[in-house]
């Protein structure tokens, strides 16, 4: 019953800023690395950032110095700050978590449902 439910897509202009959530529910017992993917059109699913439990964090090249991915563990959620927003940062954009569920010795890996930010003119 673990699900991420992200929000904060939407159409905005080059230069202009987003901020994307990934919020976890369920019978979770602990969140693990979490990360950011985006996938444009005609292209693979490429890796945004990368954000551990203790707040460590690893960018893309293409999105270094622009983008701030932090978390509150408390709420069970991720943020993914965008600035300065490119034509070429249009993509749907996916969060996922490494969760370990109630009664559960292991983990696994959960994706949200993506969110389409388009940068457009």
């Known amino acids: 019953q673990v699900q991420l439910v992200e929000s904060g897509g939407g159409l905005v202009q080059p230069g202009g800023s987003l901020r994307l959530s990934c919020a976890a529910f369920?019978?979770?017992?602990?969140?693990?690395?979490m990360g950011w993917y985006r996938q444009a059109p005609g292209k693979q699913r490429e890796l945004v950032a990368i954000?551990?439990?203790?707040?460590?964090?690893n960018y893309a090249d293409s999105v270094k110095g622009r983008f701030t991915t932090s978390r509150d563990n408390a709420k069970n959620t991720a943020y993914l700050q965008m600035n300065s927003l490119k034509p070429e940062d249009t993509a749907v954009y996916y969060c996922?978590?490494?969760?370990?569920?109630?009664?559960?010795?292991?983990?696994?890996?959960?994706w949200g449902q993506g969110t389409q930010v388009t940068v457009s003119s």
């Open positions: 369920g019978s979770i017992f602990r969140i693990n690395v």
């Open positions: 954000l551990t439990r203790g707040g460590t964090t």
């Open positions: 996922n978590a490494a969760i370990q569920r109630v009664g559960q010795v292991g983990e696994r890996t959960y």
